[in-house]
């Protein structure tokens, strides 16, 4: 890194975009994933169980799993 | 889903969502503790232990980021690929489960891929963006995911949206194929390849292993951001399905968060 | 076979009494030639260039304008369900929508297109040819179409997704053709004109199997 040849410049640019939208996305992903937890154990603290919730299956919309 | 409770086997217990929450559980750490310790490898070989190359000079160290994202791209469409026939094939939850969450990564994995190739064209071709044959239909490959994308947002049932997601998906692979050899063929039409064509000579050893260490970077990455928001959007949903069942519970109808 | 035909009739008949929708593809055709020109400036050599180009592009824009009604009324009074449950197979109802579609909104463009040529200093001897072009490009068009349309149309707001949707499928279509336009380069020309047949077959081909199956998933 201390040979300060051509272009160091445009590889900077170009790993700092990378980077940042990388981080972008683990920022973005993980706080989705911590807000469905949430709201996943907020409900259960609620005591509200899905219909399917014993035999552990996903539960599919209103009219039934195809 | 019924079919796969009365004879459970091994890889459909696998697969099944609750069971994918438990076992899929112990994978996230140790897929993130990989990716971390592949980057550091990859971004210090990349950038400090690498030499430059005699022809590019230091852009060359563009290429650890630029290739393994572009390579991503199509990776990301290939799990798209293969959850979409298990979504019509074996109507597999799952499998829906999965496309949808590699559609963003994809989509974010092609938009990396783009930028850096044209900061890496403005010193080298002296230009950032050619309607090149390459280019172009990567360009139509992020328009495709965030095409996808729109659909995944925009349909509320969502067992009915991986289903036609899932045709649209296939029909994409088989016009990702026709784009890239039509544009190909287009672009030679238009333009003689002249810069294109050099894609570099065999490539030195020095320059071939950094690539290939942020390559297996990149893909633990894509793997642990796959987990991680499969489990998330298997949460959503049961979330909404929970959100529905104390509205049912309630007697009243208050129109319950669309799953998404 | 007698319901095939029966059924094109009924959507010509239904387009013809609804005939504002055939104008409005048309007016949006003819004004796309006449808004560029102005953007582009009075270079009439310049035009003779881009005509091709202009032609295909807003040809293109205005099918896809028109596309998403090709299912969309069906499907929202029910007749479309209750065809899935006629005798005619849904993929014969498909195909007899698409040439529906192709005579109500393609064909008009196809006879607006002299006019635009003629307005786009077309060279005359090239007028043949972009008709010609036209005829098999229109059809890949349509059916690029009618997949986005079949995959949209359970959306009560998808009418704005099915063109972006079909937009990127369309473009190896729009290259073979302005290809085969190419009067500078006779062999390729004649080879794109090639490719954009085999596009056109292959397109028209499976495109209501592929539709029909998604309108079925749509409906479960």
Not at chain 3, 109 to 127: D, H, I, K, Q, R
Not at chain 3, 194 to 207: S, V
Request: proline share 6%; net charge positive.
């Amino acid at each position: 890194m201390i040979e300060a040849g051509m272009h160091w410049d445009y590889v900077a640019t170009a790993y700092a975009m990378s980077l940042g939208l990388i981080l972008a996305v683990i920022v973005w992903v993980a706080f989705d994933a911590r807000r469905q937890r949430l709201k996943l154990a907020a409900l259960e603290a609620r005591g509200i169980r899905r219909r399917s919730a014993r035999a552990e299956t996903q539960a599919g919309p209103e009219t039934g799993t195809p | 889903m019924t079919s796969e409770t009365k004879s459970p086997g091994f890889f459909s217990r696998l697969a099944h969502p609750g069971q994918f929450l438990v076992w899929s559980r112990y994978l996230v750490w140790p897929l993130a503790g990989l990716t971390v310790i592949l980057f550091a490898i990859g971004l210090y070989l990349a950038l400090v232990a690498s030499p430059a190359d005699y022809q590019m000079g230091e852009t060359v160290r563009i290429m650890y980021m630029h290739v393994p994202n572009a390579w991503l791209s199509m990776m990301c469409y290939g799990v798209m690929a293969v959850a979409a026939f298990g979504t019509l094939v074996w109507r597999h939850p799952l499998a829906d489960v999965a496309a949808k969450s590699a559609a963003p990564l994809g989509a974010i994995f092609t938009a990396i891929a783009l930028l850096t190739g044209i900061v890496w064209g403005i010193p080298t071709w002296g230009t950032g963006w050619v309607w090149d044959g390459r280019l172009t239909s990567m360009l139509l490959h992020f328009l495709i995911y965030l095409g996808i994308i729109a659909m995944w947002f925009t349909f509320e049932d969502q067992h009915r949206a991986g289903r036609i997601i899932a045709v649209f998906t296939l029909i994409g692979v088989v016009n990702l194929v026709v784009i890239h050899y039509s544009v190909e063929w287009w672009s030679t039409l238009h333009q003689p390849a002249s810069v294109f064509t050099a894609e570099g000579p065999k490539m030195p050893l020095e320059l071939l292993t950094p690539l290939f260490v942020n390559l297996f970077a990149f893909s633990f990455l894509f793997a642990t951001l796959q987990v991680v928001s499969m489990r998330t959007e298997i949460m959503r949903r049961r979330v909404a399905a929970m959100q529905r069942q104390a509205a049912m519970n309630r007697g009243a109808a208050p129109s319950p968060e669309p799953a998404r | 076979m007698s319901g095939f035909v029966a059924l094109i009739r009924r959507d010509l008949t239904l387009a013809a009494r609804v005939g504002g929708d055939v104008l409005t593809v048309v007016l949006f055709f003819a004004l796309i030639g006449i808004v560029l020109p102005f953007a582009i400036g009075p270079d009439r050599p310049l035009l003779t260039r881009l005509a091709p180009a202009i032609i295909m592009t807003a040809i293109l824009l205005a099918l896809l304008l028109a596309i998403d009604r090709l299912f969309r009324a069906d499907h929202e009074d029910g007749t479309l369900a209750a065809m899935r449950f006629g005798h005619l197979p849904l993929e014969a109802v498909v195909f007899a929508k698409m040439i529906a579609q192709w005579l109500t909104t393609a064909l008009p463009l196809l006879l607006a297109t002299p006019l635009m040529g003629f307005m786009l200093n077309l060279p005359p001897a090239l007028l043949g040819r972009t008709l010609i072009v036209l005829l098999l490009g229109t059809p890949a068009l349509i059916s690029f179409g009618a997949i986005g349309a079949a995959v949209t149309v359970t959306l009560r707001r998808g009418g704005l997704l099915a063109p972006i949707l079909v937009l990127p499928l369309c473009l190896p279509t729009l290259i073979f053709a302005v290809g085969a336009l190419d009067d500078t380069a006779p062999g390729s020309a004649d080879a794109a004109f090639w490719f954009l047949a085999g596009i056109a077959l292959l397109a028209t081909a499976f495109t209501p199997f592929i539709a029909a199956y998604t309108l079925r998933l749509g409906s479960e």
